[in-house]
């Protein structure tokens, strides 16, 4: 079992920036890949951005290359998602996943989740 822990979410104004954490606890943290994903009311959860186990491979969404960076920190079990340029369309709850491979961006490839972080971006 892994247990995730998101933290950092908030209200910003748009063009502004906020930096997303998620401590892991559990298992070996470096086993896995780490996923961000995020959730709109009213929309399916949908793919923000992942990484490989040692953080060599990023991937993002279209909608967030250029202006998210996902990134990782084994020594202390904790993974980031740096949102810039914010747009009031980034408004969800953001959870962060662990899986087995960073390369897919589908929900059932992760098989651990956190409880999730509200960000709202206003206009």
């Known amino acids: 079992q892994v247990q995730l822990v998101e933290s950092g979410g908030g209200l910003v104004q748009a063009g502004g920036s906020l930096r997303l954490s998620c401590a892991a606890s559990g298992r070996t943290f470096s086993a896995y890949a780490m996923g961000w994903f995020r959730q709109a009311p009213g929309k399916a959860r949908e793919f923000v951005a992942s990484i490989s186990r040692r953080g060599g491979n990023r991937y993002y969404a279209d909608s967030v290359q250029g202006r998210f960076t996902i990134f990782r920190d084994n020594a202390k079990n904790t993974v980031y998602l740096q949102m810039n340029s914010l747009k009031p369309e980034d408004t969800a709850v953001y959870y962060c996943?662990?899986?087995?491979?960073?390369?897919?961006?589908?929900?059932?490839?992760?098989?651990?989740w956190g409880q999730g972080t509200q960000v709202t971006v206003s206009s």
């Open positions: 996943a662990a899986g087995g491979n960073a390369y897919y961006r589908a929900r059932n490839d992760y098989d651990y």
